[in-house]
């Protein structure tokens, strides 16, 4: 893993465009809305430098529950992607979704916990 735990968040949102509205009116910032087809789902994304911070999103999609939980946390494991993917099943966990491209970003994957919990895994290579 590297230094920065954290690197990348969503929040589970029913009607995207009301919740973009909704966080765009209380931030007084822009978001940009995309729609990432591989995932099947759509984000509007908050405002931040992606040399410097963490950045996150608003997804509406099927596999996306609102809600008690609706939040996902992408752990960085910058260059592991793979071997943190590999580990999971024998650790007890499920892989929701292996390596998945996100150009230009690099590579994300989901897991479930032991809990249950979908955390996210991201890697630029």
Not at 52 to 66: D, I, R, S
Not at 83 to 104: D, F, Q, S, T
Request: hydrophobic fraction near 45%; proline fraction near 5%.
């Amino acid at each position: 893993m590297k230094d920065d735990a954290l690197n990348w968040f969503e929040i589970f949102v029913s009607d995207l465009a009301k919740a973009q509205a909704f966080y765009e009116a209380i931030l007084k910032a822009p978001m940009t809305a995309i729609t990432a087809a591989a995932s099947g789902c759509s984000m509007a994304i908050f405002n931040y430098n992606q040399e410097l911070g963490v950045g996150g999103a608003l997804t509406q999609g099927e596999n996306y529950k609102p809600g008690a939980g609706g939040t996902m946390v992408y752990l960085n494991v910058e260059g592991d992607l793979d071997g943190v993917l590999e580990r999971i099943p024998a650790a007890g966990g499920k892989v929701i979704r292996p390596r998945m491209a996100i150009p230009p970003h690099g590579f994300i994957g989901v897991f479930e916990d032991l809990d249950g919990n979908l955390v996210g895994l991201h890697s630029v290579a």
